[in-house]
């Protein structure tokens, strides 16, 4: 199965793995990143690849992204973009809990035009209540903002017939996790890019680990 998937935030770590693995099964890929005029291993891709610049919490660039795929459709539509530290409270919301959600309702056209319909968050277990508190450090308070505007999105997506899941990657070894993560780059993506060749509309709304497992909330 081939078709075309737009992914958030592909410079590197999970979303240029994303970005390799779908360019090598044949997909149409469309990648973002902030500087494509230096756009590093993503650059790199072999196969059919676009990519375009994207600060995510920049509206007018959203918007352009948004009139790139203007009558064209996008069968899956990836956000992987985000900060773990060296930010504000108020610039990780905006990255963490605002952005994607901005990103999606500027996509969501093209979603609802494409065979596929479905759109994939990363979030984190950070975000999770434990015992029905929010979370209180800056990253995982951000995440849980997501989680809790997702779920309350999600329903009128699946009326339209779109299949939308959070996921929890594991602690991956990126730049972001560091290089004592227990879960390689390859693990977290190969587990997510089975579960999302998978999903049926039964399965919108669920916050689901790399391993396809439910997450508590």
Not at 19 to 34: I, K, L
Not at 114 to 139: E, F
Request: with cysteine; net charge negative.
């Amino acid at each position: 199965m081939t078709g075309s998937v737009l992914i958030i935030g592909a410079s590197r770590g999970i979303g240029l793995r994303f970005a390799e693995t779908y360019a090598a099964d044949g997909w149409e890929v469309h990648a973002t990143t902030r500087t494509p005029d230096n756009p590093g291993a993503l650059g790199d891709i072999a196969g059919d690849v676009s990519i375009y610049e994207l600060e995510v919490c920049n509206l007018g660039q959203i918007a352009a992204l948004g009139d790139v795929f203007e009558g064209r459709g996008l069968d899956v539509l990836i956000h992987s973009a985000g900060v773990l530290r060296g930010v504000s409270r108020d610039e990780m919301r905006a990255i963490n809990a605002d952005a994607p959600l901005d990103v999606v309702d500027a996509l969501m056209p093209a979603v609802l035009r494409g065979k596929d319909r479905k759109i994939v968050i990363l979030t984190s277990q950070m975000g999770a209540r434990n015992g029905g508190r929010t979370p209180s450090a800056d990253y995982g308070a951000s995440k849980c903002l997501l989680n809790d505007r997702f779920r309350d999105l999600e329903p009128h997506w699946r009326t339209q017939g779109v299949r939308a899941v959070v996921f929890h990657p594991g602690w991956v070894a990126t730049d972001m996790g560091g290089a004592g993560a227990s879960v390689s780059v390859d693990e977290s993506v190969s587990g997510m890019r089975q579960v999302i060749d998978g999903l049926e509309l039964r399965d919108s709304g669920r916050f689901l680990t790399w391993k396809g497992t439910e997450h508590p909330w």
